[in-house]
């Protein structure tokens, strides 16, 4: 599977960007698919996850309310809009896909087989 990031940027506090993941090689829609940011200086965190059908999405609890994460199969490819943005959700984002898993969401980098290349969000106060 080879999974290619992008979206990222600079943006204000409060406002908003929407993060894309697609996926090659590999049929993604049967995977759970995560995204997970690294902050210069700070280990890499979960941010949010989708079970194979979409049916199932978690969240880190700094973004719960801001970020929603979806997916659309057809196109390969899973996203990340992310609203109300503050200066502390600067970091890399990476998405990630689990092939162990169809359902359940690890939030354990461990856990997640195939990383992207990473995209850059950048929040000015």
């Known amino acids: 599977v080879q999974l290619q990031a992008s979206g990222g940027g600079l943006v204000q506090a409060g406002g908003s960007l929407r993060l894309s993941c697609a996926a090659s090689?590999?049929?993604?829609?049967?995977?759970?698919t995560g995204w997970f940011r690294q902050a210069p200086g700070k280990e890499r965190e979960f941010v949010a996850g989708?079970?194979?059908?979409?049916?199932?999405?978690y969240y880190a609890d700094s973004v719960k309310g801001r970020f929603t994460i979806s997916r659309d199969n057809a196109k390969n490819t899973v996203y990340l809009q992310m609203n109300s943005l503050k200066p502390e959700d600067t970091a890399v984002y990476y998405c990630?896909?689990?092939?162990?898993?169809?359902?359940?969401?690890?939030?354990?980098?461990?856990?997640?087989?195939?990383w992207g290349q990473g995209t850059l969000v950048t929040v000015s106060s």
């Open positions: 990630a896909v689990d092939l162990r898993s169809l359902v359940r969401v690890g939030k354990e980098q461990y856990e997640y087989d195939y």
């Open positions: 090689g590999r049929t993604f829609s049967t995977y759970v």
């Open positions: 989708i079970s194979w059908s979409g049916g199932s999405t």
